[in-house]
């Protein structure tokens, strides 16, 4: 189906798994411009981990719901080449088009939940590959220049149950002994580590916005300060903030907090309320930052 001129161009974004060194960005990107020469094209990421669908899924959760509506392509593939399916899901604002190994899951659960998905098995949609090792360029790329186009869905392949959809592995925070027991689920640029943790489980715990935290990484107990914002956490202070995703992430004022903490991407980290007897094993530099803190609040 030809595009609409008289309509707004269509909207593509992309997130990927290929950086930027070689050219895997720019072929996929030709090829959906191929099939939709007015539509444009919005990089979310290229610089997911090399093959990390867990990364990748939180990413695109992360990010759908600020994306315009139209076509998201997402490939991140660990297992081209293998049987598992090329699929295009529909969802209330458009499509997400990608591999079905959990990396959509979670940003189409945002997004309402499926309301029709199809196998991308239709030879006529697609590029006729030298080898089936670039399922980004001959598979997915022109499906989302299809659907950009105008193409119905269902030409592209046969339609599937939406429940036969691999989950996205979220995990959840548990209840240690009083205390959240979460894990990292990103570290920004910045070095903050985001957590699993909901600012209301810290609050059923008895932590209050602007009181202290114990922080568990491994062996490594500390003590922190829950704040509103970056700008509040003290110098040296380590603290505890809601981000703009609404999760709870540890921050350290312009320094890596990540890097300092030993933390990545799944490590353990438990908060909870901070024990009567530790409450005087603050570091001076720490409470000290912890006092400018509450008396500029």
């Known amino acids: 189906m030809p595009e609409d001129s008289g309509s707004d161009p269509p909207v593509v974004s992309f997130l ?10 720019g072929v996929c990107k030709a090829v959906v411009l191929r099939a939709a020469p007015t539509a444009q094209m919005i990089d979310v990421t290229h610089n997911i981990p090399p093959f990390d669908v867990r990364a990748g899924a939180l990413a695109l959760a ?9 076509v998201v392509l997402a490939v991140v593939d660990p297992g081209v080449g293998t049987d598992r399916r090329a699929v295009a899901v529909e969802v209330e604002t458009g499509f997400l088009v990608g591999p079905d190994n959990g990396l959509l899951a979670p940003a189409v659960a945002m997004l309402g939940g499926a309301m029709r998905v199809v196998s991308l098995t239709n ?67 910045y070095g903050n580590a985001q957590l699993n943790i909901d600012p209301s489980d810290l609050a059923a715990l008895g932590v209050e916005p602007g009181g202290a935290v114990e922080i568990r990484c491994g062996q490594d107990r500390r003590t922190g300060r829950w704040v509103g914002s970056f700008a509040e956490a003290g110098p040296l202070e380590l603290a505890v903030v809601v981000d703009s995703y609404g999760l709870v992430s540890l ?47």
């Open 251 to 297: 921050t350290l004022d312009r320094r890596a907090a990540a890097e300092e903490l030993g933390l990545h991407a799944g490590s353990a980290v438990t908060l909870g309320p901070v024990p009567a007897e530790g409450m005087g094993n603050v570091p001076p530099t720490r409470a000290a930052g912890a006092a400018k803190g509450r008396a500029g609040a």
């Open 123 to 189: 030879p006529d949609y697609q590029l006729e590959a030298p080898g089936a090792t670039f399922a980004g360029r001959d598979i997915f790329a022109p499906a989302a220049g299809y659907l950009a186009a105008g193409t119905p869905v269902e030409r592209l392949g046969e339609l599937v149950d939406p429940m036969s959809l691999i989950p996205g592995v979220v995990p959840l925070p548990t209840d240690e002994g009083g205390r959240a027991a979460g894990e990292v689920l990103w570290v920004d640029r």
């Open 62 to 70: 992360r990010s759908v719901q600020y994306l315009p509506p139209g």
């Open 16 to 25: 990927s798994d290929y950086g930027l060194t070689d050219e895997f960005v």
